[in-house]
């Protein structure tokens, strides 16, 4: 027997009020007397009421719910930022539907096209380290759809945009580097075509001017954050005729697995080889010697990005100033960057 959908109809009709009188009581509304407010509430959840977000949504043209798109699940930095979205977005009542682009351009494009057409009423997408081409993203901006792009971010697209302070971030890790008597220190880069790898690498080469430490092109190699191709740098930079005696890199999951490489070809960490990171992966604060990294407020990232969108979801498209959030990062310092006494 299919079981009966409470609904406004019943908590009216047991209270003996009007269906608008709990409508009100159910939203918070202020004209209604604490003490029905009290009734209703109490009722509503005796019975199980469940709003009908649907009903809702045609009323409000709203589906009060938000899409989110992130690159990939495989290190915890995306799922912070999921939560601090979510906790943003459920007081404020929304629910949450959340796509992973595995890194992959045309699954992002499919995402941003399944989430619109699933009727959410906004998103917020890191991008791939494919992306290039942003004609998807540019679609939501000519239907008025409200985007927020966060940590991975474009320069063409003038939207509300949250990120991290990444060129000071690794200028601070590199000053450190180099402070500690690290004179040959090598970056593992990301992907050219994201911002964040050029951030990052700027920062880096701005630290070796400061000090007037030489720049060697031969230090620098991209590559594209497949953890397993991590091998292929590493090994490259411990075969030159001058290795590096420090290894900057664009995140901690390069960071960690450069760290298991030189460990596992004997190579001394620090005395032989400082490593810093990246993005406080909590895996930093496991691995023998601990990590030095650059910790980033990863949940106040998600929690930001979400009041942005809700900032601009009841704006008028056209008359809405999109922001751009810088969040300050902060230079952890650990074993792996530290000789014994230093």
């Known amino acids: 027997m299919k079981k009966h959908q409470i609904t406004i109809v019943d908590i009216a009709r047991q209270l003996n009020l009007s269906k608008s009188t709990v409508s009100r009581a159910l939203t918070g509304h202020p004209n209604v007397n604490k003490e029905t407010k009290k009734a209703v509430l109490e009722l509503a959840t005796q019975l199980d009421y469940q709003r009908n977000m649907l009903a809702l949504s045609l009323v409000r043209s709203k589906s009060y719910t938000l899409g989110i798109i992130v690159p990939e699940f495989v290190n915890p930095f995306f799922p912070s930022v999921i939560i601090g979205a979510q906790g943003v977005m459920g007081a ?10 595995n890194e992959s ?6 995402n941003t096209k399944a989430l619109v057409s699933g009727r959410v009423d906004g998103l917020l997408v ?13 679609f939501l901006q000519r239907k008025g759809i409200p985007l927020v792009l966060f940590n991975r971010v474009s320069e063409e697209m003038a939207v509300s945009k949250v990120v991290v302070d990444d060129y000071e971030g690794a200028f601070r890790a590199v000053e450190h580097l180099i402070l500690t008597g690290r004179r040959r220190i090598a970056h593992l880069a990301g992907p050219e075509t994201l911002l964040i790898s050029r951030n990052r690498l700027n920062g880096y080469l701005d630290a070796l001017r400061t000090y007037n430490q030489p720049i060697d092109d031969q230090l620098i190699l991209h590559y594209d954050l497949t953890r397993e191709h991590a091998r292929v740098p590493v090994n490259h930079l411990l075969y030159l005729p001058h290795p590096p005696d420090a290894l900057f890199a664009i995140n901690d999951p390069t960071a960690i697995e450069a760290m298991l490489i030189l460990k596992s070809r004997g190579v001394r960490i620090p005395e032989e080889v400082a490593v810093v990171g990246f993005s406080d992966d909590p895996v930093s604060l496991i691995i023998e010697p601990n990590l030095t990294t650059v910790a980033q407020p990863v949940t106040e990232m998600g929690q930001v990005a979400a009041q942005l969108f809700l900032d601009q979801v009841d704006e008028d498209p056209g008359a809405y100033v999109p922001e751009t959030r810088v969040l300050k990062t902060k230079l952890l310092i650990r074993e792996s960057s530290l000789k014994k006494g230093g």
């Not at 404020?92 to 682009?101: K, R």
């Not at 890191?126 to 540019?138: A, G, N, R, V, Y």
């Open 92 to 101: 404020a009542g929304y629910n949450v539907m959340v796509c992973q682009s």
């Open 105 to 110: 351009y045309s699954t992002e494009v499919t």
């Open 126 to 138: 890191s991008i791939t380290k494919e992306t290039t081409d942003f004609e998807h993203l540019k």
